[in-house]
């Protein structure tokens, strides 16, 4: 819980738990962009270095070529296919995670409801004792 500043009476607000911050489509052609751009320099250069150091000429420069390409696009699917893992991964882990919570709270809704049933059956000549007793279960349940 944290203070908000500038009212005139002091409230409270709850804070939530911090959400992995989301790209735009701008930004993900923009990234994409990008890496394409690093993709194209560094194939380049390594090609032009691989061609230097093998003395390639005609044929020779086409495998050269090819070979780049292809760990090029190897390596942009790997780590996509990575990517879409570790996406599902979290998703999963989420579900999860919510289930756990969704169970928790239904496992105490159903504890607190026994207990009522319980102090009913138990005491149900005497209502004021039942009242008093529910009461106090409220207060703690809120806490």
């Given at each position: ?13 709850q ?9 735009s489509?701008?930004q ?14 560094v ?9 230097r150091?093998v003395?390639?000429?005609g ?13 090029a ?26 289930a756990q919570?969704?169970?928790d709270?239904?496992?105490s809704?159903l ?11 138990e ?11 529910a009461?106090?279960?409220r ?5």
């Open positions: 819980m944290e203070a908000t500043p500038g009212a005139s009476e002091t409230t409270t607000q804070t939530s738990p911090a959400r992995p911050r989301t790209m489509r701008k993900i052609a923009a990234v994409a962009v990008a890496v394409g751009a690093l993709v194209l320099v194939g380049a250069q390594t090609e032009s270095e691989l061609m150091a003395g390639a000429t044929h020779a420069l086409e495998w050269i070529s090819d070979l780049v390409a292809s760990v696009v190897t390596s942009l699917t790997y780590l996509w296919l990575h990517l879409r893992v570790t996406r599902a991964e979290l998703m999963s882990s989420e579900r999860a995670r919510i919570d969704l169970h709270e239904l496992g809704s504890t607190r409801l026994s207990l009522m049933s319980d102090l009913l059956k005491h149900k000549a005497s209502p004021d004792q039942v009242e008093m007793r009461a106090r279960m207060i703690s349940y809120q806490r």
